[in-house]
């Protein structure tokens, strides 16, 4: 935004500082013409020695030019001061502003770290340094959600284009055969958009916040699972206590659901388990899905809530998602103010925890 030039904060500062020192000295010239005044007395004269008398006219006639030349001193000691001064308090601001002109040009990696105990300035540097470091990791993180959905939406593609290519190359083949496959591309591929759009709404935070008891979403999200449970082999156990929070209630059930479809295709091949349990906390409510599987190592397990990563094969290849269950799920407890935990189990599997505040 445009701005008329107009004084520095740093020539502002250097002329509050002369003009106090000024209006300092003038009061206290004041007082000192008021007390000789007053010990002159009405008569206008003193008796200083018996045998000299001062007359009070000149006495201030005398002092006015040792008053002006002094004021003039104050001013310009204030205002040289006041300078140097303004320009040593002011200097973190400056490193501040750099900073700001760094970022503001596309610059994110570089931080502040300003020295010394904490003030105001050191504060103001500390949570811009903080900001900057949100701000580059966010940065980062859409700029690789942006490489991996454009390479996840071209494979669709692709692959249809290549199918095509087939059926043009080669007449007899079966146009049933070739309608199936595209249509399980196509299919892929809505999913994966439908799935960007979830996580799109999430991060915008665009929904309408309403009660919501998370034990009945669980109870839905088990019911509408349970046949893909039993085709996989897998047992399917839901407990828990009522849990009220308030929210999105098709966001949740997203959430819910994806974490149980998680849970289910990332098993053991047979004779798998998942058990899904709410229960209320202090001031928040919990949803825990555990489900047995693969041995996951921790570092592994803390990069599984990014898009379109996965942490290892599933179960049936058929059942693959779009690499977005767990980047939607941390979208949207974000989103409702709640956090997400991943504990890799040492028997194999993962335990997922979601803490959501409380409805009061």
Not at 25 to 31: H, N, Q, W
Not at 90 to 101: C, E, N, V, Y
Request: aromatic share 6%.
């Amino acid at each position: 935004m445009h701005r008329q030039a107009g004084l520095s904060v740093r020539l502002k500062l250097t002329l509050s500082y002369a003009c106090f020192i000024v209006v300092v000295g003038a009061l206290l010239f004041v007082a000192v013409c008021v007390f000789y005044t007053q010990f002159l007395g009405d008569t206008g004269a003193i008796y200083a020695t018996g045998t000299l008398w001062v007359d009070r006219s000149v006495l201030l006639r005398s002092f006015i030019p040792f008053v002006t030349v002094v004021m003039i001193f104050l001013l310009a000691f204030g205002l040289v001061g006041g300078w140097f001064l303004a320009g040593w308090m002011l200097a973190p601001l400056t490193r501040i502003t750099a900073a700001t002109r760094m970022a503001a040009n596309g610059s994110l990696a570089h931080r502040i770290r300003l020295p010394g105990r904490a003030d105001e300035f050191r504060e103001l540097a500390d949570a811009f340094d903080t900001m900057l470091t949100r701000l580059e990791a966010h940065v980062g993180e859409q700029q690789r959600f942006a490489a991996n959905a454009s390479h996840e939406l071209r494979t669709p593609l692709a692959i249809t284009q290549a199918l095509l290519d087939v059926a043009h190359n080669d007449p007899t083949q079966d146009p049933g055969a070739l309608a199936d496959r595209l249509h399980a591309v196509n299919a892929r591929a809505i999913d994966l958009t439908e799935a960007l759009l979830v996580l799109s709404r999430a991060d915008q935070r665009s929904f309408t916040r309403e009660p919501v008891d998370l034990s009945l979403l669980v109870e839905e999200a088990a019911e509408t699972l349970l046949p893909l449970a039993e085709r996989l082999g897998v047992t399917l156990y839901v407990s828990g206590d009522i849990t009220p929070t308030i929210g999105s209630p098709a966001l949740l059930l997203h959430l819910t659901m994806n974490l149980v479809h998680n849970a289910i295709v990332h098993n053991v091949p047979e004779q798998g388990t998942v058990a899904v349990t709410t229960s209320f906390a202090p001031n928040s409510v919990l949803l825990t899905v555990e489900n047995t599987g693969e041995t996951l190592a921790p570092p592994s397990v803390s990069t599984l809530v990014e898009p379109f990563r996965r942490g290892t094969e599933r179960v049936r290849t058929h059942h693959a998602g779009v690499g977005l269950g767990l980047a939607i799920v941390n979208s949207i407890t974000r989103a409702h103010a709640g956090t997400l935990t991943l504990v890799p189990r040492p028997t194999g599997g993962l335990r997922v925890t979601v803490q959501l505040p409380a409805r009061s």
